[in-house]
């Protein structure tokens, strides 16, 4: 059972750094920003090329702390210029077009991004040696229940991150401009607040999430993809939806959530059909709570 | 009033159209060219529907795949199971399609932005993964083999040319509603909602219900086209019904533009001579080529001034159509 919680917490971890990004786009800009998944996969790929570079004959050559380090580094920087270039590229010429355009330009970016990094890696799946960087030793046993070192590492960076998050969020002045800018661009707009800035700087925050994200679960699947994104996006989607999309805690605590009830149905209802938990979840509550469980409710037709 | 000449000036591109696609079984003999052309069919009855939802109704679908799936299981297993009438079997799959349209529409459709989306993108996915789980009704991964051809009377429709016939009959009917819908009271109150919702509410239209409506008939034309290709192929597996087919239908409907219906035509011929082509290139550049080619119309179609506009423009005169009265 112990084991069960370990599982859920460190899955709910990995959903819960990719899902603040969705959720933080759409209380801004209330767009479906769906080149997120692929943010968050290049993210992870990043990790894989770093590894690379300091493992000679399955040996590393370096310590192996400094490497995940030197990994999150790299991912946080190119997720987060990725997803400014992004934002400039396909989302801001569009800030006054009609509602559909950005969603479909964001499902184009998505394909884009997705085919190009297919492409690159010969749509093949390479793995990532957590082996080698948290080795079996590292593992803290407790009673019956082992914590395998990659399991407790990807909690703690996650409590890091979003600690670190919650901080910038509520004692900063950029934290309190993007708060702003989500409640109401206009009005921030008037009391000087550069709202352009403001949106690139959310995209920012959100892929630098994705980017730690991203690495962490190349540590936790320890194989990666250039599909990974969707595939995981949909449910760190379903997380920000079932939290109320939008709202930065309730997409940690969908992520959280969504976690517990795939860990829990894959265990004691079926294995094959824990990817069912998370759609159905979604429609769910799209169906009867569309607001989430603490999102704010949403305006029904004019 | 309706003089013959008047009647060919709003309909000639109609009549063209029909007598283009019915005569092809005569001009061409090369049976893998008009399987592709009676694939074209069955994916512009799709577009057609879709097309209808982006650009009359305002709202996008990204899980249309599952209900092609729909009409295709749905057929493929009450034909091989119930052993029902083909003809009938398609038409349960179509009532099934709308009614599963109508639960997830009807909640979603009511709020204000992109939850019709949201909803649809899930449902395709739980329809995918139980169309490889569900391997005691499905067969999962090695899909259904031998659904029986349709057939009528003496008229035996596996025969390439009669069924190319066939189905460019059915699409036309589709399109040619779908251009009646768009020039109804249906399509004129959808246009005035997208100009502005509050306007249009106060004049009495029900915003969520037209909406509903043409969500609906698009889950009812996927389903046809999704039955049809079942029956013509007598194969199917999950492959054909995933999240990347759903984003090429999207595809499709952004390519031909959706202001106006025929835009559902132009797509439907990009989509599919595209790949043909691009696949003797490049095998796997074909989503790439749609991901750049959508980026393009999209980012750039809007944009007026600056160094762009005038690539903006052409890029509009290639792919907006204006609407034909």
């Known amino acids: ?302 | 009033m309706s003089t013959p000449v008047g009647f060919w000036n709003r309909n000639w591109g109609f009549i063209t159209l029909a007598v283009v696609a019915l005569a092809m079984p005569l001009l061409v003999a090369d049976a893998y060219l008009l399987s592709i052309l009676a694939f074209m069919a069955t994916r512009f009855m799709v577009v057609i529907g879709l097309s209808l939802l982006l650009g009359q109704a305002g709202q996008i679908s990204l899980g249309h795949a599952a209900f092609v799936a729909i009409g295709a299981y749905g057929s493929a297993l009450l034909v091989t199971r119930l052993s029902m009438n083909p003809w009938l079997a398609m038409v349960v799959a179509a009532v099934l399609a709308a009614g599963v349209a109508g639960v997830i529409g009807i909640p979603t459709l009511k709020l204000k932005g992109h939850y019709l989306a949201m909803a649809t993108l899930g449902f395709g996915e739980i329809v995918f993964i139980l169309l490889v789980q569900l391997k005691g009704l499905t067969r999962g991964t090695d899909g259904i083999t031998g659904i029986p051809p349709l057939t009528l009377g003496s008229l035996d429709f596996s025969q390439p040319r009669l069924y190319h016939v066939l189905v460019w009959l059915v699409a036309l009917i589709v399109f040619r509603l779908a251009l009646n819908l768009s020039e109804s009271r249906v399509g004129r109150s959808l246009k005035a909602l997208r100009r502005s919702e509050l306007a249009a509410e106060s004049l009495g239209v029900n915003a969520s219900w037209r909406k509903l409506q043409v969500f609906m008939i698009s889950a009812v034309f996927a389903s046809l086209a999704g039955s049809f290709d079942a029956h013509y192929v007598q194969f199917i597996s999950p492959d054909s019904y995933g999240i990347t087919f759903s984003v090429i239908l999207v595809c499709s409907v952004v390519i031909g533009g959706f202001r106006s219906v025929w835009g559902a035509l132009w797509g439907t011929l990009a989509t599919v001579i595209l790949p043909e082509v691009i696949k003797r290139i490049h095998e796997d550049a074909v989503n790439l080529v749609f991901g750049i080619l959508l980026i393009l119309i999209v980012v750039l179609l809007p944009v007026k001034s600056g160094p762009l506009a005038r690539v903006a423009h052409d890029v509009r005169c290639l792919f907006h159509r204006e609407e034909r009265g």
């Open chain 1, 1 to 302: 059972m112990t084991q069960q919680v370990v599982n859920a917490l460190t899955l709910g971890s990995v959903i819960a750094l990719f899902a603040l990004g969705y959720s933080m786009v759409y209380g801004i800009l209330t767009i479906l920003n769906f080149a997120h998944g692929e943010v968050f996969m290049i993210g992870a790929f990043m990790g894989y090329y770093v590894q690379k570079l300091f493992i000679v004959d399955n040996q590393l050559t370096a310590n192996p702390i400094l490497i995940i380090f030197l990994s999150l580094l790299v991912a946080m920087v190119v997720c987060g210029a990725l997803a400014v270039t992004i934002e400039f590229v396909a989302y801001r010429p569009l800030r006054q077009a009609a509602r559909l355009a950005p969603l479909i330009s964001a499902l184009a970016m998505s394909v884009l991004l997705r085919n190009i990094m297919g492409v690159i890696t010969k749509f093949r799946v390479r793995p990532i040696s957590t082996d080698l960087l948290l080795p079996q030793r590292w593992a803290v046993h407790i009673g019956e229940t082992t914590i395998a070192a990659s399991r407790y590492v990807i909690i703690g960076v996650t409590l890091i991150s979003l600690v670190a998050l919650e901080l910038f969020m509520a004692r900063t002045k950029a934290g309190k401009a993007m708060r702003a800018c989500a409640q109401d661009r206009e009005a921030a707009s008037f009391m000087g607040i550069s709202v352009n800035g403001i949106i690139s700087l959310t995209f920012l925050v959100g892929a630098v999430m994705a980017g730690i994200g991203g690495i962490m679960t190349g540590l936790y699947y320890t194989q990666i993809d250039f599909s990974m994104g969707f595939s995981l996006g949909m449910k760190a989607f379903t997380a920000a939806v079932l939290g109320g999309i939008g709202n930065l805690r309730g997409a940690v605590l969908g992520s959280f959530i969504l976690a517990t009830a795939e860990t829990l149905g894959s265990y004691y209802i079926s294995f094959t059909y824990r990817d069912v938990i998370a759609f159905a979840i979604l429609i769910t509550i799209l169906l009867f709570k569309p607001s989430g469980l603490l999102g704010k409710p949403i305006p029904v037709k004019v």
